[in-house]
Nanobody, 121 residues
Framework: QVPLLESGGGSVQAGGSLRLSCDAS????????MGWYRQVPGKEREGVAT???????YYDDSVKGRFAISQDYAKNAVYLQMNNLKPEDTAMYYC???????????????RGQGTQVTVSS
């Protein structure tokens, strides 16, 4: 059973907004972070945003100022508010819960099955 469940993806026009949600209520392991990755077929996955249990947030340069990650401790959930979407944001978006990767801002561990985001020009 996949411990993380993403929702909120869809198709929007450039300039539009979407809010992704990740339900981690079934994730029962320790973690110090949650985050979002995205992947386009044929390309490596790309870290989008991470939020640590301290509340610190980090973003890929390509989404800074447009995306915002947040978490709800009571619901064990993480969200990604995506504004001013661009066609290059089109990808499958995956939620992740686990631990910091080395000295980077990336989070890795359990992953969901993804939710598709498609942005048309």
């Amino acid at each position: 059973q996949v411990p993380l469940l993403e929702s909120g993806g869809g198709s929007v026009q450039a300039g539009g907004s979407l809010r992704l949600s990740c339900d981690a209520s079934k994730y029962s392991y320790s973690r110090n972070c949650m985050g979002w990755y995205r992947q386009v077929p044929g390309k490596e996955r790309e870290g989008v945003a991470t939020i640590f249990t301290t509340g610190s947030t980090y973003y890929d340069d390509s989404v800074k100022g447009r995306f915002a990650i947040s978490q709800d401790y009571a619901k064990n959930a993480v969200y990604l508010q995506m504004n001013n979407l661009k066609p290059e944001d089109t990808a499958m978006y995956y939620c992740v819960a686990g631990h910091q990767v080395g000295g980077t801002w990336y989070c890795d561990g359990a992953r969901g099955q993804g939710t598709q985001v498609t942005v048309s020009s």
